[in-house]
């Protein structure tokens, strides 16, 4: 793992030009009234870079109503950077804490000015953003957490993430990723045979252990400090809880279903009484925190305060998922009544509260699941936004090679019967509005073995003998690998720019996949849908740089095209 950075960074802008020379705030008249430190907030950005050096620049933003020309910033740096030489301010200190104070000549920001001065600095190949900025002794950028945009921003965070992926929730903090998030879907809840919400350690079943019982070490906890074995919420529940306290605008959300626990939906969804009962189970549960005793941790309120709201993952209502399912011709009109009485509930206790809570749903790619599942009319008022499958529309369940999350159709396909661009069409013309629409992006591929390389030599299109091996299962394979199958030149990357498709080939092995580029392309596509934003499966795959979300950040930053 590498070194956790400090929470309060200052906030990355972007720069129009290198500053050339040195730049003098507007004169003031002597007798303005200074205005108070919380009215300051500190930008950076890493203007040029090369070799070993980079250069830096710093604007002071003042939002009051009043001068200040008394300020003062403190930061360090990154290990492998230091400042090298700095204009249009003093610089005393280290690489370890820095303080910035005005030029000997002065340097009043104006009222709702700004004032910027730069540096040179020398770099390791590593990151030069400036850690545990403060401005006159307040956080750089005025407190405020979270995207520095107004799109919705979603990740799934899987239970077992940190026991199989060795992706812990405080490797959202350390890779950046949290930073950019607006939203966590922690995945699954289960749902039992009773129709409601449990807590499980059985195999298969649950692992509540790794939930709220076990123990986490100081150098997997966001905080540093290790979970105290008596404590009542130990486990990725309080990492949860720790992580919100860094970042108090993050949305946490617990996901209920998925592939493998949807078995139950249907029956719980079945009366008026089972669905009652079903909600209130997932309300007191998770929302009102109250957890099953295990292992020393639980009890009533434990893990009140984690969740800020419930996600529905029913797949599917009305139609197959996996075969374990119990599916009902009635269950479309069911799945209607149990978001209403999960809306009804959930705006009852956010009375006791004085809050809103949550509720969204992950919904599939397909027009006839749509209208074999969803009263799309009478749910999307209940629903704050929806994510919309934007993967797995072709895999290993297939003999043949193709997009697994083409945003159009390709030329070549012979059967261009799915993209992103069809599904949009098909909740539109159902009367969705785009704004309540995020789409999904997988943070992961398909892949076969056995394939020819075809006329194009490529291998898209081309039968397979099977499924690849991935590192975990057959069939699919998580990016951050994938990547590396690049970087080493094991295997050739080929793309679709109009599709916003990448895959990759060494004449045996196909996976499709998505890259820096690839998510990119989709997120600028989904905003310019109209659509509120994204959604990743899973953020265990992106890398230890968190590349693919800086990626979406960056589409996302820059706004709808």
């Given amino acids: 793992m590498r070194a956790r950075p400090f929470r309060n960074r200052i906030t990355a802008v972007c720069a129009a030009t290198v500053l050339a020379a040195p730049l003098m705030a507007a004169a003031l008249p002597a007798a303005a009234e200074e205005a108070p430190a919380s009215g300051l907030t500190v930008t950076y950005v890493e203007s040029a870079r090369w070799n070993t050096g980079y250069t830096g620049e710093i604007v002071v933003h003042n939002a009051s109503g009043a001068p200040v020309s008394d300020w003062e910033i403190e930061f360090a740096l990154p290990e492998g950077s230091r400042i090298h030489e700095l204009w249009n301010a003093t610089l005393a200190g280290d690489p370890s804490g820095y303080t910035i104070t005005p030029p000997r000549w002065g340097a009043t920001v104006p009222a709702g000015g700004t004032y910027t001065f730069g540096f040179n600095g020398l770099h390791r190949d590593g990151a030069t953003d400036p850690l545990a900025c403060t401005v006159n002794g307040a956080p750089c950028d005025g407190g405020a957490t979270g995207p520095g945009h107004d799109f919705t921003s979603v990740a ?37 045979a009773d129709g409601e919400c449990f807590m499980s350690d059985e195999e298969g079943q649950g692992d509540a252990l790794a939930d709220y019982g076990h123990t986490v070490p100081a150098d997997e906890s966001v905080d540093g400090v290790a979970d105290d074995p008596d404590q009542a919420l130990r486990g990725n529940f309080n990492q949860l809880r720790e992580l919100k306290e860094l970042y108090p605008d993050l949305t946490v959300n617990i996901s209920l279903g998925g592939w493998e626990w949807s078995r139950y939906f249907s029956d719980a969804a079945l009366t008026e009484e089972s669905r009652e009962r079903f909600v209130e189970s997932c309300i007191d549960l998770y929302l009102r925190g109250d957890l099953p005793e295990l292992n020393g941790a639980g009890g009533e309120g434990a893990a009140y305060g984690v969740f800020d709201g419930i996600d529905l993952d029913w797949e599917w209502p009305g139609t197959d ?16 009544a ?16 004085d809050r809103h809570y949550e509720l969204t749903a992950f919904m599939p790619a ?4 749509l209208d074999a599942g969803y009263e799309l009319d009478e749910v999307m008022p209940n629903f704050d936004f929806i994510t919309v499958q934007g993967y797995d529309y072709h895999g290993t369940w297939e003999t043949v090679t193709n997009h697994q999350s083409n945003l159009v159709t390709d030329a070549r396909d012979p059967e261009p019967v799915i993209s992103a661009e069809l599904i949009r069409d098909a909740y539109l013309s159902r009367g969705v509005d785009p704004a309540k629409l995020v789409l999904g992006i997988p943070f992961y591929g398909q892949g076969w073995t056995g394939v020819e390389p075809g006329p194009e030599g490529d291998g898209l299109f081309q ?15 998580e990016w951050r690998f994938l990547r590396e199958k690049v970087d080493s030149g094991e295997f050739e990357l080929f793309r679709n720019d109009e599709a916003g498709t990448a895959w990759i080939y060494d004449g045996e092995t196909f996976w499709t996949y998505d890259d820096e580029t690839a998510v990119s392309q989709k997120t600028e596509w989904a905003l ?7 959604m990743v499966w899973a953020i265990d795959g992106d890398d230890a740089d968190g590349s693919l979300m800086a990626s979406i950040d960056a589409a996302l930053r820059a706004g709808r095209p």
């Avoid at 039968?463 to 394979?477: K, L, M, N, W």
């Avoid at 310019?528 to 994204?534: A, D, M, N, P, T």
């Fill in 156 to 192: 799934y965070y899987t239970q077992w993430s940190a026991e199989k992926r060795d992706y812990h929730v405080a490797d959202l903090v350390e890779t950046g990723s949290a930073d950019k998030l607006t939203h966590i879907q922690y995945a699954f809840g289960n749902v039992n």
């Fill in 321 to 336: 998922g996996n075969p374990h399912n119990v599916v009902r011709p009635e269950d479309r009109e069911n799945f209607t």
């Fill in 338 to 353: 149990l978001v209403q009485e999960f809306r009804d509930q959930l705006d009852e206790y956010g009375a006791e509260t």
């Fill in 366 to 369: 397909g027009g006839w699941r």
């Fill in 463 to 477: 039968s397979a003998s099977g499924p690849a091996q991935g590192t975990y299962s057959t069939g699919t394979e």
């Fill in 528 to 534: 310019g849908s109209g659509y509120s934003g994204v």
